[in-house]
């Protein structure tokens, strides 16, 4: 390109744009629509049907003949691209200089799309427009490509087409800047590409020429010294010449669109300058330029952003380009560091992996808090974040010991590759101090072979330590065993830790993801039917251990036990449950092996029998220590003697064992239930008559869930025989403790029993066992939910520790959750609902669960929904004072908002509900006199909601019932009325 040309585009491009258009320049003469398309490039290339490198190839043939004519195809090329109708004519390209030529077209463009910004050709996300990017960008670099032995030098094409596009970049239409600055960008990738090529040539010749030198005079051809010398020559010249252009358009678009106002420009141009640097490093990779990577990274955008560390990551992952990127480290380390909690989760993920690049070549660079910084980040709720953090902590941290090879076992057995990984899990997963976050660690790290590694981690607890490492300690031991466990249950069930992409809902596994679940499963049962006694008996005292270990065998294939005639290993697992039952007392211990029991109890399974006899002694066992205790126990009643404290130990601990296994298995003897219902009953009449029972209250509370398991067995296995009779004397005691009981947690276990039942025996099927609540228990029911879950105490009380706050609110959401299911379930009538339903705003931790119970009320009857919003809004009318407490009444109006809104957007399915709504609404407004006139105010909220031909029917029926009032129509109707015929419902409609 000529330095003539360079200065004169150069100084048009300092110049502001808009200044450069004339109002006086001729306006481009059209084409018809057919002759548009018959020569256009552009719609050749958007419709992406012909092949791109014969498009250009027949381009340039016709630019070999015609010159002029064949760029005035490739500006209109241009020019289409940004979705500009204007038509490029020769005459224009010859009698106006380019910014002229380029304005009238900004002006025609503006005339033909007045407020299409944003909506061009190449803007947007959709398939087409990325389809119109790809092959815009490929076109140029098919064309430099092709032109770059000899149509690339000739000082024509070249100089005219930069010109052209850095005019274009410079102006302030976006639609131009945009399409001109991806054109731009891709035309220097590929001068990047040829100067690469020449620079190899000139490389090679010079190498060549020098062999050639070097040889004697006798030796030397001198045909060929000639020919290297002269293309060694005009290598150098094309090589500078592409220099050349490549520094002009670098500081003629790019240096001014990196920090474009439009981000998708921004980004583009941070893309392709990371590609030069990747390709080119010894042009780009410095400090000159690596700083146009570095200021983005403070963008607003998180686009921009997440470009500028895309362009870096590649660099960094490169052993040979670090030593250049050390200034660069240094001055934006920080800012690296700081972006791994970016809020947008690419950008985030991007910089960990960047990180781990840096650790992975310079260990040193970064300190321990930026370190500890990542680490942090494995327990993310975004699986993404905590992907990537676990991949930089396996660079990090996680690194096989180089001695592997050398440690053995105190019996001589040669430890397995993952060992020293394995323990610096656990060592990582103790000091984080997070003790119920396993699931999270092994889920960050379930790429990691040593997660599946289950022979190595059973290795580590069965086996002694040798004498060339230390010993795990009780603390390690305890870790490494929850994270088996934690490990054995993400392989073979796929289940994401809970909290963990929350958002995007169930993961649906693939078939691949099937195969491989049940692959492993295999490998895992098949390891564990052997080893997993030998853990088992090692850990039988320690509670927190044999507790995560009895849980193996619900993820393993039972059937295996059989099928790999294991029949030895089964009677040694079935014996050991055996004795935990009979050795520990512990709720969590003893429900994790009647749990692995039940399963292992599997009729349909080939070792049924045998499980099924051990289980059956293991109940006679806990039912005889039970009736042991009983009897001990009402020896020291009816002798008119106090149990002493180790006698009632004693009896809570044996009636807590029978209640967990009443809860996985059918005990199925009627006097143990009778005698479990013995003692409710007793703590009934003690709270009835406010005495003081001898029975502790866990005694009690382990009675009444087991008399509420043995009603379910009952009912599941179609045991009918004075099973109603039963029922019904369970639900009258435990009413009594819901009335009598409120200070204990009794009232709530007894109030969620009754909830439960209600729904066990009263859904459809066989009369004689249905059971229906009654309008006086469902007032029982209500009264306790108010005093419980929404009274004004219970709110103020609501302060204190956090794990005590935390475990109070669940336990009143299970509360809440029990009575809506029965409203739900259309066991409760629904109008029982309003109490609930009133206090959705003064409770918003509850508020999930009352819009999905509504949720689930409009679905089935809108009507009735709408009914059930009218009762609870006039109830909280009839309590309170509204002309005196003007906060009361915009609470009520905020409440009718939100009713109204989740009602759903859907008019012609409201269109009933809004009837009923109004009309039934008005009458009540009106019929107490003047006392009930706020209602209007709070109405008005659902006139949105009525549909816009609905409007003036509602509004006669209100003059109608004024009309029958005889009051005065007061500020309240009249902001009704308003509302329908016009302002909020007319807004709402619109």
């Not at 690049?357 to 260990?363: A, E, K, N, R, W």
């Not at 909601?945 to 209100?958: A, G, N, S, T």
Request: glycine letters at 6%; a negative charge; one cysteine or more.
């Amino acid at each position: 390109m000529s330095e003539s040309r360079m200065m004169k585009d150069l100084s048009l491009d300092d110049r502001d744009s808009s200044s450069s258009s004339s109002s006086n320049q001729p306006s481009p003469k059209p084409k018809s629509k057919k002759t548009r398309q018959e020569d256009s490039l552009y719609s050749t290339v958007s419709g992406g049907k012909v092949s791109l490198q014969q498009l250009v190839s027949d381009w340039l043939e016709e630019y070999k003949v015609e010159k002029d004519s064949a760029m005035v195809r490739l500006v209109q090329f241009v020019v289409s691209a940004s979705g500009c109708s204007g038509q490029v004519t020769q005459e224009m390209m010859e009698t106006m200089e380019q910014g002229e030529m380029i304005n009238v077209l900004a002006e025609q463009f503006d005339m033909e799309r007045p407020g299409a910004a944003g909506t061009y050709p190449v803007a947007g996300q959709g398939v087409a427009a990325k389809q119109l990017r790809g092959n815009l960008a490929q076109f140029f670099l098919q064309l430099v490509k092709q032109t770059q032995n000899s149509i690339l030098y000739d000082q024509f094409l070249m100089d005219n087409l930069i010109s052209l596009l850095t005019q274009l970049s410079d102006s302030q239409v976006r639609t131009f800047r945009h399409t001109a600055t991806l054109s731009a960008m891709s035309l220097m990738t590929g001068l990047v590409s040829v100067w690469v090529t020449v620079s190899k040539v000139v490389q090679n010749s010079t190498k060549q020429l020098e062999r050639e030198e070097r040889k004697k005079s006798s030796q030397r051809d001198g045909s060929r010294m000639e020919v290297l010398i002269n293309k060694l020559a005009e290598m150098e010249e094309n090589q500078e010449e592409t220099l050349k252009m490549l520094m002009y358009m670098f500081k003629s678009v790019f240096v001014h669109r990196y920090r474009d106002v439009v981000e998708d420009i921004r980004s583009l141009c941070l893309i392709e300058l990371g590609v030069w640097l990747k390709e080119c490093p010894t042009l780009f990779l410095e400090d000159s330029y690596l700083k146009y990577l570095g200021w983005p990274l403070h963008d607003k955008a998180g686009s921009v952003r997440l470009a500028s560390l895309q362009s870096l990551l590649p660099l960094y992952s490169r052993r040979d380009m670090q030593d250049k990127l050390v200034l660069f480290t240094d001055k934006f380390k920080e800012r690296l560091v700081s972006m791994i909690l970016d809020k947008e989760m690419e950008v985030s993920v991007c910089a960990i992996q960047l990180l781990e690049c840096l650790v992975g070549h310079q260990s040193n660079t970064l300190t321990d808090q930026h370190c500890e910084m990542v680490y942090e980040l494995v327990y993310s709720s975004h699986s993404t974040v905590a992907r990537a953090a676990g991949r930089f902590l396996q660079v990090k941290l996680f690194r096989p010991s180089l001695e592997l090879g050398q440690v053995r076992t105190k019996r001589g057995k040669m430890r397995l590759p993952n060992t020293s990984v394995i323990r610096d899990m656990v060592q990582f997963f103790i000091e984080s101090e997070r003790p119920d976050f396993e699931a999270y660690l092994v889920d960050s790290l379930i790429d990691n072979p040593m997660v599946k590694d289950w022979e190595c981690m059973t290795d580590l607890l069965v086996e002694e330590h040798g004498p060339e490492e230390d010993e795990l300690d009780d603390s390690q031991e305890t870790a490494l065993i929850v994270l088996m466990v934690a490990s054995i249950k993400q392989v073979v069930t796929g289940e994401r830790p809970t909290g963990r992409d929350s958002s995007t809902g169930r993961r649906v596994q693939s078939a691949k993801e099937n195969r491989q679940m049940a692959l492993d499963r295999e490998v895992m049962s098949t390891h564990f039917m052997a080893t997993l006694p030998h853990l088992i008996h090692k850990y039988l005292p320690d509670q927190e251990k044999v507790s995560k270990l009895l849980a193996i065998p619900q993820f393993m294939k039972l059937e295996m036990f059989t099928t790999s005639r294991q029949e030895r290993a089964l009677e040694g697992l079935l014996k050991l449950l055996s004795e935990v039952v009979d050795k520990h007392t512990d709720e969590q211990v003893l429900g994790t092996a009647f749990k692995t029991l039940e399963l292992l109890c599997n009729p349909q399974s080939s070792s049924y029998t045998r499980c099924n006899a051990r289980r059956e002694r293991m109940v006679e066992g806990v039912v005889r220590q039970f009736s042991e205790s009983m009897d001990e126990y009402h020896s020291f009643v009816t002798g008119g003697l106090e149990p002493g404290q180790d006698e009632l130990f004693s009896f809570e601990l044996r009636l807590r064992k029978l209640c967990l296994l009443y809860k996985h298995h059918n005990v199925g003897q009627a006097d143990i239930w009778e005698m479990m219902m013995e003692i409710v009953r007793r703590a009934e009449d003690c709270y009835k008559n406010d005495e003081e029972g001898w029975e502790p209250e866990e005694a009690i509370k382990s009675a009444l869930l087991g008399c509420y398991y043995g009603l379910v067995w009952d009912r599941s296995t179609g045991w009918r025989e004075g099973l109603m009779d039963r029922l019904d004397m369970f639900v009258t005691t435990c009413r009594g403790l819901v009335v009598h009981a409120q200070t204990s947690k009794l009232a709530e276990e007894a109030f969620i029993s009754v909830c439960d039942l209600l729904v066990v025996f009263g859904q459809e099927g066989e009369a004689e066992l249905l059971y229906r609540p009654s309008e006086e228990m469902a007032e029982e029911l209500g009264r306790f939910l108010e005093r419980h879950v929404f009274s004004e105490q219970e709110r103020d009380n609501m302060e204190g520790q956090e794990e005590v706050l935390m475990e109070k609110l669940l336990r009143k959401r299970n509360l809440l959750t029990c009575y809506c299911k029965l409203v739900v379930m259309k066991l409760l009538p629904v109008k029982h609902f309003t109490l609930v339903l009133s206090n959705y705003l003064i409770f918003p931790q509850f508020g999930d669960i009352i819009k999905a119970t509504l949720g689930e009320v409009r679905d089935s009857n809108r009507p009735l929904c709408a009914r059930v919003m009218l009762m609870c809004l006039v109830e909280n009318f009839n309590k309170t004072d509204m002309e005196a407490d003007t906060d009361k009444l915009y609470e009520q109006r905020e409440l009718a908002r939100r009713m109204s809104l989740m009602l759903g957007l859907d008019g012609k399915r409201n269109r009933e509900a809004m009837a009923l709504i109004h009309r039934e609404g008005i009458q009540m407004a009106l019929g107490q006199g003047t006392k009930m006139m706020k209602l209007f105010v709070v109405l008005a909220e659902f006139s949105g909601k009525v549909l816009k031909q609905d409007r003036m029917v509602v509004v006669e029926f209100l003059d109608r019932e004024m009309g029958r009032s005889n009051l005065e129509e007061s500020e309240e109707v009249i902001i009704y009325r308003n509302s329908l015929v016009g302002g909020k419902g007319a807004a709402a409609d619109e």
